[in-house]
């Protein structure tokens, strides 16, 4: 079975700094996908960033990037210049697309606190 | 644009009661699935449907049952509630034809069970 982890349950990052989350998995697979999202207070489940494993160069969108490491199977997500409003739980996600279903695997999560 | 949408949105119950939480897609997705959050932790799967018509048991499935009632509605049931239950449960949806490979997520429905 395929896991994630995040090993930091929480960051801190000073507004307007940058600030790296981290994410290891465990898998047998070549062909996966792997996520993070973004889960604010609300609890609305947020897609910030996805990686295909096939794909050497690693994803941005904007102000959100990843270090994508596959024979380290790490998958850390870069935030430049926080906000406050990036303040939320992020959590990383594995997903393999060889099996029916194709579901995604979750870590814990990290809480991101953005201080002004 | 409704995306998937997840009713009721609170719930409270008390143990032994029965209940169903009703999810629907409107974005012609084959997958769907049933997850739940506890506090202070990742979500986890309780139950998926990769296709209309089937179903199959994820993580954790003890104490759920499930209904894929046509390709846009899948429903999720407490025969009956226990403290254990009380979270948060997410329905999403996906399609690799469609989504890109992306699973949207509904907005949630928060279910205490005392």
């Known amino acids: 079975a395929q896991t994630v982890t995040q090993s930091q349950p929480e960051m801190s990052v000073q507004e307007a700094e940058t600030v790296t989350l981290s994410c290891t998995y465990d898998?047998?697979?070549?062909?996966?996908?792997l996520f993070w999202y973004k889960q604010p207070p609300s609890r609305q489940m947020i897609l910030v960033i996805r990686?295909?494993?096939?794909?050497?160069q690693n994803a941005t969108e904007n102000r959100f990037s990843v270090n994508f490491q596959k024979a380290a199977k790490s998958f850390s997500l870069k935030i430049s210049d926080s906000q406050l409003g990036d303040a939320a739980m992020y959590f990383c996600?594995?997903?393999?697309?060889?099996?029916?279903?194709?579901?995604?695997?979750f870590g814990g999560g990290t809480r991101l606190m953005v201080k002004p | 644009n409704a995306g998937v949408t997840q009713t009721p949105k609170f719930q409270v119950l008390k143990t032994g009661q029965s209940m169903t939480l009703q999810c629907a897609q409107d974005?012609?997705?084959?997958?769907m699935y049933w997850y739940r959050q506890d506090p202070g932790m990742g979500l986890r799967l309780i139950y998926y449907?990769?296709?209309?018509?089937?179903?199959d048991k994820g993580e954790v499935p003890n104490g759920y049952n499930v209904s894929r009632l046509n390709k846009r509605e899948f429903s999720l049931r407490l025969e009956s509630a226990a403290p254990s239950q009380t979270s948060v449960y997410f329905c999403?949806?996906?399609?690799?034809?469609?989504?890109?490979?992306?699973?949207?997520f509904g907005e949630g429905s928060w279910l205490t069970v005392v």
């Open positions: 990686q295909e494993a096939y794909k050497q």
């Open positions: 898998t047998s697979e070549s062909d996966y996908y």
């Open positions: 974005m012609n997705h084959n997958s």
């Open positions: 999403a949806s996906s399609d690799p034809e469609s989504s890109g490979n992306t699973i949207y």
């Open positions: 996600a594995y997903r393999n697309m060889n099996n029916a279903g194709n579901m995604l695997t």
């Open positions: 449907s990769a296709s209309e018509g089937t179903t």
